[in-house]
């Protein structure tokens, strides 16, 4: 409660000028269909933090954009309404002028560097600005420290991790000194480690540099201790917008409407429903409100009986049983023909029928690992066997019969006029009689449910509906093992879990699935092992019970835990079981716990 | 790099190439860092070949059948081209090999060229390593599907290649699209009026003066040669 007191003093000592404001505000691409924005009404205070979130298509990057001048006076479209920054009216006269109060940065930070250096990448911004050399000069250094990358000058971006390209792109926005910073899923490419990097900085912006931040998310829990106030996006309109307390009060209704609130926060919902000392208490928002409000409730019940009950955690873990060994690597080198190496001494089984998750930093070994596992990439050293036979001794083509390998992103492999077509490529290669082919191309579609989309050219389709077509397209070979790239890193939470039972589905029909990701809470929910991958070796192997608790292990791969086996490691100390990995068995453990 | 197109004869082709694989030697390139830029060969020269070889209607027919011809021009020119080709891609590869992209682009703004054409080139040159690795992942997932790209005879092999060819297509599109809001988002502006500095602006010296001098020369005598003169080289 107090920390919401002492938020709000700080905003009133904000300027009570907007630093953004819509007014009634549509718009409709050139070639668009549909209005992407209808009457957004919105006014952000200088110097505050507001949280843009909403499904996937409901204009939350046109909004963006719309607030930075590009849409409408770059990108063409059908445009009413006004938008004033800093109490200018933002026109084609004003655009260039005002561009320069609001930075944008954007989800993937390859798009958006084009610099050989670090330096250069920063400089060209101020370059346009026609400043002179000293000044140059000091913008490019205070840019640079302002995000902790001062040390990276001389750099290639290329050689810079994920959120330190990010940071990059950062830097040479905050050059060109903006009052106001978009931020359009900065973070959605990145792992824990580097959306830390991310979020801090941005805060640390707001702070000291009074930046106005609009970041736009779906991804909540290491935002919420800073945001003052979030809006909602449902169909180009804003639906809700309100105090994170009063936006996330009712956690239910906004997953059903695409937005994953933190994981203590839905918690809380599902806890009230069984525990009335809840009730009327405000809801968490981040990790350590959350340990607040439940520790006193959890030793409370503590008391009431002396010895903890240990089996509330065992009688959760399931033995694995395991199948015969599908894909095997033993002491695995391998360096790429310029000599970096990427992969060290690595020792893998994975059996039939598992669902395996490798999780690691970007940059760690994952897709190099898995690229073995088809052949794409032969070890330099040792060997790597599918089903008794070395992947050296079969061509790519030989191994897609048995592994299906899914890659991250769907629009470096679709190609035809028809999902149909597309999904009968894989078949139609392996020279199957039609009839058989046939009959495969139909059995994905139905697995990954898109019969319907049968005849729609894939290349239009949704991010969502082309995943599910990658997917139906490796489905379609029968492979015996499904290897899938980061399959969710640009879908919302509504699309990826949808996804993702799919994937189960096809796990409990006895498919071994392998999911490389960096989400913690995808892998801690959906996998029944974890591979743990640091600077290209795997450091552990072991159920997501046991690792997820080794925080530790965790550290040393610049990972964590998810936010709620986090919240349970909090609490062990009251006898509450330490190894839960998902909000649903910490809604079951509380329930045991206070009822006993 | 371009000057090979204006080269009619094989013999100054091949003299050139003999120059160019000179100073790749000079420069101590080794070969793995010239191998980007040699892989389009494998798709453009049987492409070039069949357009060329088969056919061609020009000159002494050898053999005939349907559409296809064979003709000695033919085969003449396709060989020429394809030396061309070769030339082409090896300069491109000892230039960016030898020289950062950074010089480079200030060679040009030394040569009085507009801003804009300086960048244009610059993001070019820039976003060929991007390119390279566009294709080897859509060569990778499209091979996880069974694909056999090596295996395949010439003509089909240039009929299946669009299956590479779309979805490299469509991400340059995405690129390009990204790439024209991130230099606007970034107060990009071109044209005569406006002010635009330079940040550690390299100087050239009198040595890199003459050597840039004598070859806007050369170029000039080539062109002079074909277009004044009408002696083919």
Known sequence: MSCFEGRSEIRTMHSSHAAVELRDVSFKYEYGGEWALRGVDLTVREGEFILVTGPTGAGKSTLGLTICGLVPNFIDGTFNGEVQII??????????????????????????????????????????????????????????????????????????????????????????????????????????????????????????????????????????????????????????????????????????????????????????????????????????????????????????EENPLEHISGSMESEAIHGKPAISAQDVFFSYPDGTEALTSIDLTIH???????????????????????????????????????TTMLSVAELSK????????????????????????????????????????????????????????????????????????????????????????????????????????????GRTVVLVTHDMLLAAEHAREIVVMSQKRIIAHDTPRKIFVRAQILRQASLRPPQITQMAMSLSHLGFPSSILSVEEMTQAYRKFIRR | MIMPFFFASIITCIVTLAIVVVFLMLA????????????????????????????????????????????????FSGALNVVKLVVMVLATGLLLTTTSQRDIIAGFRKLKLPYSLCLMFALALRFIPSVYNDYEQVKSAQMSRGFEFEKEKLVTKAIKFTTILIPMLVISIQKVEYLSIALDSRGLRLGRNVVRTFYKDPQLNSREYGVLGSAIMLVIAILTFKYVFHVLL
Request: proline share 6%; charged share 25%.
């Open chain 1, 87 to 304: 109490g200018r009216t933002m026109n084609r006269s004003t655009f260039r002028d005002l561009a320069l109060s609001v930075g944008i940065v954007w989800q993937n930070p390859e798009n958006q560097l084009f610099g050989l250096t670090v330096e250069e990448e920063i400089a060209f911004g101020l370059e346009n600005m026609g400043l002179p050399e000293r000044d140059i000069e000091e913008r490019l250094e205070w840019a640079l420290s302002a995000v902790g990358m001062s040390a990276f000058l001389e750099k290639s971006p290329y050689e810079l991790s994920g959120g330190q390209k990010q940071r990059v792109a950062i830097a040479a926005v905050l050059a060109r000194h903006p009052a106001i910073l978009v931020l359009d899923e900065p973070t959605a490419e990145l792992d824990p480690q580097g959306r830390d990097d991310v979020v801090k900085v941005v805060e640390h912006l707001r702070k000291s540099e009074k930046i106005t931040i609009i970041m736009i998310e779906h991804r909540l829990e290491e935002l919420m201790e800073y945001v003052d106030t979030a809006y909602l996006m449902e169909e180009g309109r804003v639906s809700v917008q309100a105090h994170p307390t009063i936006f996330f009060a009712e956690p239910d209704q906004l997953m059903e409407r695409g937005v994953r609130p933190p994981q203590v926060t839905e918690f809380f919902a599902r806890a009230r429903r069984c525990d009335e000392r809840l009730v009327g208490k405000k809801a968490p928002l981040t990790l350590s409100e959350g340990i607040e409000i439940f520790e006193p409730l959890i030793a409370e019940s503590k008391k009431k």
């Open chain 1, 352 to 390: 039939s029928g598992d669902f395996v998750g490798i999780v690691g930093q970007n940059g760690s070994g994952k897709t190099t690992l898995v690229k073995h596992f088809n052949g794409l990439l032969k070890p330099t050293k040792g060997t790597v066997k599918v089903f008794d036979d070395e």
């Open chain 1, 402 to 509: 048995r592994i299906g390998y899914v890659s991250q992103n769907p629009d470096y492999q679709v190609f035809s006029k028809s999902v149909l077509e597309e999904v009968a490529f894989g078949p139609r290669n392996l020279k199957l009689p039609e009839e058989e082919a046939n009959r495969r191309v139909e059995e994905a579609l139905k697995a990954m449910r898109i019969l319907h989309l049968r005849d729609k050219n894939p290349l239009f389709l949704s991010r969502a509906d082309k995943q599910k077509v990658v997917v139906a397209s490796a489905l379609a070979m029968e492979p015996q093992v499904l290897v899938l790239d980061e399959p969710t890193n640009a879908l919302d939470f509504i699309e990826a879990t949808n996804l993702l039972s799919l994937i189960e589905d096809l796990n409990r029909a």
């Open chain 2, 28 to 75: 101590q390139v080794p070969f793995r860092a010239v191998k980007p830029f040699t892989s389009i060969f494998y798709t453009l020269v049987p492409m070039m070949m069949i357009a060329w070889v088969f056919f061609s209607r020009h000159g002494t027919t050898i053999f005939a059948y349907g559409p296809i011809s064979v003709t000695d021009e033919g085969i």
